[in-house]
């Protein structure tokens, strides 16, 4: 090829080029200035049909009064709690057998109920606070000791029937917009295991308070004043 043709080549493969780069660069500028002036937003977010209830979990301020009628008597983390918020797992059994030995020692008797309250709280089937679980069966049974004597049994089956309860608040939104006087899952399933019955669940509040209530209030009020 001569020197000339080789220029006229050189020169070409340059427009070329150069077309090329200007012709894209004007496109991306052309494509960005449409996604600025719609605002098209990256995501939509789809309203709630007119008319369908969603029971939201109602957060009461600790330190205001619970008004007649509203159901709160224990907050949902305390009762979804291992018992760990301030022991070891030997500290909590500990904790439960102090309790038993002081205000119901014949249960405190029963050999291993501590420990077992404490394993079976959080079983496959079974997801409670162990303090809660334990006055929950003592206040079902009256603090009676069953004729058979099978008391690990009996924790066993409040622990289940709590958890039905509280899985079938915590996802059925037909029944949360039945029961809107209630906080939540975890004050429904208390309601529920004693039949909706007030006085009860008042019965099981004094007796919560009377054997733990120093170690871990049903309700936090820390920093009320």
């Not at 369908?52 to 305390?78: E, F, K, L, M, W």
């Not at 009676?144 to 089956?157: F, G, S, T, V, Y």
């Not at 039905?164 to 209630?182: C, G, I, K, M, S």
Request: proline content about 4%; charged content about 20%.
């Amino acid at each position: 090829m001569s020197r000339k043709n080789k220029n006229k080549f050189v020169l070409f493969i340059s427009i070329f080029i150069y077309t090329v780069i200007n012709g894209c660069s004007q496109s991306n500028s052309s494509t960005t200035l449409t996604l600025t002036s719609t605002n098209t937003p990256l995501f939509t977010i789809t309203p709630s049909p007119i008319g369908t209830i969603t029971h939201q979990a109602t957060v009461i301020p600790t330190c205001t009064p619970i008004s007649n009628g509203y159901i709160y008597v224990i907050d949902r983390i305390v009762y979804n709690s291992d018992g760990l918020m301030e022991f070891s797992p030997s500290g909590a059994i500990d904790v439960l057998q102090q309790a038993l030995d002081e205000h119901h020692p014949d249960w405190g008797q029963e050999e291993r109920l501590a420990r077992d309250t404490w394993n079976y709280s959080g079983a496959q089937n079974i997801g409670v606070n162990p303090r809660v679980l334990l006055v929950t069966t003592g206040v079902a049974l009256d603090w009676q000791i069953p004729e058979n004597h099978d008391l690990k049994e009996a924790i066993i089956q409040t622990g289940v029937v709590l958890t039905q309860h509280y899985r079938e608040f915590r996802f059925n939104e037909e029944l949360q917009a039945n029961y809107l006087q209630v906080a939540d899952a975890a004050n429904y399933a208390l309601y529920a295991f004693f039949n909706y019955d007030l006085e009860k669940l008042e019965v099981w509040q004094q007796e919560y308070d009377k054997m733990f209530g120093k170690i871990q209030p049903r309700i936090n009020k820390e920093g009320c004043y």
